[in-house]
């Protein structure tokens, strides 16, 4: 009922575009779509605009105009490109938005109180088109779901600290980049940009949160986190040995669960994975065949052969259900990331009961609770990655572990919770606007 009483007022004041690329490519588009749902659910009216519409859902809007879309998207790329000396290193890990639509004249801009940015990449939105929405005087907030907000052009600084004066020698341009290079220039536009009004930074995670904290750029702005929601009726326990039949996985292993878009992207990890299994079958040798490694993401049948345990690749799978299925199925969630915000994959797992296993990187050890809800690994470490794994499998408490799993979610990133604390940044936003008027 407090729910009620809360979010009705909301409901009838309040109106949010939430904007982002793509509608469900990516964990972005995933984290924006619950969150739409979220506040959906509790009363404020969310609707998202994307570049790439890939439903019929009617809350969400995708922008006109095909070939204009995919010309904002090519000339980014050209330009990148030409910046990269037309090699394609790190040619989809930097972004300039430099071109993008305008979208301030459209309907559903005009007709909302609040603005709120999410991934907004490679030719959804260009540095002026923010501009644009800044001038507007609307209320901007946006939502940080890496760090490129708050550098010259990269999503990954990887140990990188130049963000914290001014982005230069950037270690993705050839050579390293220069002192004043093109990291350097978006650098000063961004600048350029964010003189145009306020913006309230929301970080995923804590973690992101003192990082963009420290950034030079985003001195003065608003910053604060808010983990991303997630449906926790969706996503929930179920009947492991079902799961596993429907699947066509095996009833009589132990299975780990291996997720991303790409499994050869190195950035995730599965080199050590590899390294950190076959330790642990060089250790206790009986594990060869009472594992197995479930591998979910495109390029999975490349490293397949690279385990000492049996595996099951699976693809690239974007269904819910099956991956709710697939989930459940599974003993324990491994995700040895070299850099993570907030994974929607942990939070999915861990509603699912799955305890995880990860490094002790980004915002990883925000989600699992070391030895209670999982492993928190020692960063890089693929010998203490596969006393993790033993310690789940063999050693804890694996119900404790499970429960605490799924108390850990819906006491921090049910739709609920989340929905209170952005309306909460959408109210403040909306009285800095009105005083300033």
Same mark, same amino acid.
């Given at each position: 009922?407090?729910?009620?009483?809360?979010?009705?007022?909301?409901?009838?004041?309040?109106?949010?575009?939430?904007?982002?690329?793509?509608?469900?490519?990516?964990?972005?588009?995933?984290?924006?779509?619950?969150?739409?749902?979220?506040?959906?659910?509790?009363?404020?009216?969310?609707?998202?605009?994307?570049?790439?519409?890939?439903?019929?859902?009617?809350?969400?809007?995708?922008?006109?105009?095909?070939?204009?879309?995919?010309?904002?998207?090519?000339?980014?790329?050209?330009?990148?490109?030409?910046?990269?000396?037309?090699?394609?290193?790190?040619?989809?890990?930097?972004?300039?938005?430099?071109?993008?639509?305008?979208?301030?004249?459209?309907?559903?801009?005009?007709?909302?109180?609040?603005?709120?940015?999410?991934?907004?990449?490679?030719?959804?939105?260009?540095?002026?088109?923010?501009?644009?929405?800044?001038?507007?005087?609307?209320?901007?907030?946006?939502?940080?779901?890496?760090?490129?907000?708050?550098?010259?052009?990269?999503?990954?600084?990887?140990?990188?600290?130049?963000?914290?004066?001014?982005?230069?020698?950037?270690?993705?341009?050839?050579?390293?980049?220069?002192?004043?290079?093109?990291?350097?220039?978006?650098?000063?536009?961004?600048?350029?940009?964010?003189?145009?009004?306020?913006?309230?930074?929301?970080?995923?995670?804590?973690?992101?949160?003192?990082?963009?904290?420290?950034?030079?750029?985003?001195?003065?702005?608003?910053?604060?986190?808010?983990?991303?929601?997630?449906?926790?009726?969706?996503?929930?326990?179920? *009947?492991? !040995?079902?799961?596993?039949?429907?699947?066509?996985?095996?009833? +009589?292993?132990?299975? $780990?669960?291996? %997720? =991303?878009? #790409?499994?050869?992207?190195?950035?995730?990890?599965?080199?050590?994975?590899?390294?950190?299994?076959?330790?642990?079958?060089?250790?206790?040798?009986?594990?060869?065949?009472?594992?197995?490694?479930?591998?979910?993401?495109?390029?999975?049948?490349?490293?397949?052969?690279?385990?000492?345990?049996?595996?099951?690749?699976?693809?690239?799978?974007?269904?819910?259900?099956?991956?709710?299925?697939?989930?459940?199925?599974?003993?324990?969630?491994?995700?040895?990331?070299?850099?993570?915000?907030?994974?929607?994959?942990?939070?999915?797992?861990?509603?699912?009961?799955?305890?995880?296993?990860?490094?002790?990187?980004?915002?990883?050890?925000?989600?699992?609770?070391?030895?209670?809800?999982?492993?928190?690994?020692?960063?890089?470490?693929?010998? *203490?990655? !596969?006393?993790?794994?033993?310690?789940?499998?063999?050693?804890? +408490?694996?119900?404790? $572990?499970?429960? %605490? =799993?799924? #108390?850990?979610?819906?006491?921090?990133?049910?739709?609920?919770?989340?929905?209170?604390?952005?309306?909460?940044?959408?109210?403040?936003?909306?009285?800095?606007?009105?005083?300033?008027?």
């Amino acid at each position: 009922m407090w729910f009620t009483l809360l979010f009705v007022p909301l409901s009838l004041l309040m109106k949010v575009l939430i904007v982002n690329t793509s509608e469900r490519t990516g964990g972005a588009a995933v984290a924006a779509n619950r969150l739409t749902a979220a506040l959906n659910n509790y009363g404020v009216k969310a609707m998202m605009l994307v570049r790439d519409k890939q439903s019929d859902d009617i809350s969400v809007v995708g922008l006109k105009g095909r070939c204009l879309k995919r010309w904002h998207f090519l000339w980014e790329r050209f330009v990148v490109f030409c910046h990269l000396q037309f090699k394609r290193d790190h040619l989809f890990e930097i972004d300039i938005a430099n071109s993008g639509t305008d979208i301030t004249g459209l309907r559903e801009f005009k007709e909302a109180d609040v603005i709120h940015l999410h991934w907004i990449n490679q030719g959804m939105l260009s540095l002026g088109g923010i501009r644009k929405i800044l001038r507007s005087g609307k209320p901007v907030v946006w939502t940080m779901h890496d760090i490129w907000p708050a550098t010259g052009i990269c999503h990954l600084t990887l140990g990188c600290s130049y963000f914290r004066t001014e982005c230069c020698h950037c270690k993705y341009l050839p050579g390293g980049g220069a002192e004043k290079d093109l990291s350097t220039t978006i650098w000063n536009r961004k600048l350029q940009m964010l003189s145009e009004g306020n913006i309230t930074f929301v970080a995923c995670s804590k973690w992101l949160e003192q990082e963009a904290k420290s950034s030079a750029l985003l001195s003065g702005q608003m910053i604060t986190s808010i983990p991303n929601p997630i449906d926790s009726r969706v996503f929930c326990p179920g *009947d492991k !040995a079902q799961a596993r039949l429907e699947e066509g996985l095996p009833l +009589d292993k132990q299975l $780990l669960l291996f %997720a =991303c878009q #790409r499994v050869t992207n190195t950035n995730k990890g599965m080199s050590y994975l590899i390294e950190a299994c076959r330790k642990l079958a060089e250790q206790h040798p009986e594990t060869k065949d009472k594992m197995g490694v479930v591998i979910l993401g495109g390029h999975a049948d490349e490293v397949a052969g690279q385990l000492p345990f049996a595996a099951y690749s699976l693809g690239y799978v974007s269904d819910t259900q099956r991956m709710v299925r697939i989930y459940r199925a599974s003993d324990v969630f491994v995700l040895p990331s070299l850099s993570e915000n907030l994974p929607n994959t942990i939070m999915e797992a861990m509603a699912c009961g799955v305890p995880c296993v990860g490094f002790r990187v980004g915002g990883i050890p925000e989600m699992i609770d070391h030895q209670k809800t999982g492993y928190v690994a020692e960063f890089r470490n693929s010998l *203490d990655l !596969a006393r993790g794994l033993g310690w789940v499998l063999a050693e804890a +408490d694996y119900e404790a $572990l499970s429960h %605490a =799993c799924i #108390r850990k979610v819906t006491q921090n990133y049910s739709q609920a919770s989340v929905a209170i604390r952005y309306s909460e940044v959408y109210q403040q936003a909306l009285a800095q606007k009105n005083f300033k008027l």
